[in-house]
């Protein structure tokens, strides 16, 4: 059965400088990973996702993730970050094969001035 | 393009009280999740829908959780009786098409609920 593990619950960070947000996943079979944001008092939306293909993925908001099947990980990079990423973000992966996505606890970014 | 709408944005109850949350999903959209989201917890599946059936709801508590969308579209997700570990955010989302795993989930506000 698949599980997502975000490692940090919260990352603080000084504006523009680079962030890491770590995500492991158990899966045995081939997976599809996804990379959501919530802002405050918003709904989530999507930042990137991994389907197949090269596993260097760009998204939204100048946000990458780099799919590592070795190591079952898919972390969330952004080489210089903003006041206004301060927000939480979940890690999701469906599973080939299976129906449904899981989410990880997410990780709170607070990226301070 | 209108977003996922969903209400009321937020409620309180008392314990064995009933609720209901009302979602309407992004235009053309087949498929509509609703999510459960706990405090400190990411989303958890509760139910999805293709049109109008149902694709999985092996986490939703059927003695006291049900939803239905009706004609494919609205969906309306109901606790009766309400238990005090039903406080949370229900988020309920939506995807173009059917193959669900890889699509695009747009989700709505969300519903705040506290049980009291």
């Known amino acids: 059965a698949q599980s997502v593990t975000q490692l940090d619950s919260q990352v603080p960070v000084f504006e523009e400088a680079p962030v890491e947000l770590r995500c492991n996943y158990s899966?045995?079979?081939?997976?599809?990973l996804f990379w959501y944001v919530q802002y405050p008092n918003q709904g989530l939306q999507l930042l990137l996702k991994?389907?197949?293909?090269?596993?260097l993925v760009k998204g939204i908001n100048g946000f990458e993730a780099e799919f590592n099947k070795s190591q079952t990980s898919f972390h969330l990079r952004k080489p210089s970050v903003h006041i206004s990423d301060t927000a939480e973000y979940f890690c999701?992966?469906?599973?080939?094969?299976?129906?449904?996505?899981?989410f990880g606890a997410g990780t709170r970014l607070f990226v301070k001035a | 393009e209108a977003g996922v709408a969903q209400s009321p944005r937020y409620k309180i109850i008392e314990k064995r009280q009933s609720v209901a949350f009302w979602c309407n999903p992004i235009?053309?959209?087949?498929?509509l999740y609703w999510y459960q989201q706990i405090l400190g917890q990411g989303p958890k599946l509760l139910i999805q829908?293709?049109?109008?059936?149902?694709?999985?709801d092996s986490q939703l508590p059927k003695d006291r959780f049900s939803a239905e969308r009706l004609k494919g579209v609205d969906s309306t997700l109901k606790i009766q009786p309400a238990k005090l570990e039903d406080s949370a955010v229900y988020l309920c989302?939506?995807?173009?098409?059917?193959?669900?795993?890889?699509?695009?989930?747009?989700f709505g506000p969300g519903t705040r609920l506290t049980v009291l």
């Open positions: 989302a939506s995807s173009l098409g059917t193959v669900f795993l890889t699509d695009t989930q747009y």
């Open positions: 235009s053309g959209h087949a498929t």
């Open positions: 991994y389907l197949s293909g090269s596993t």
């Open positions: 899966s045995s079979v081939s997976v599809y």
């Open positions: 829908f293709q049109n109008n059936g149902v694709v999985d």
């Open positions: 999701a992966v469906s599973e080939g094969g299976g129906f449904k996505t899981i």
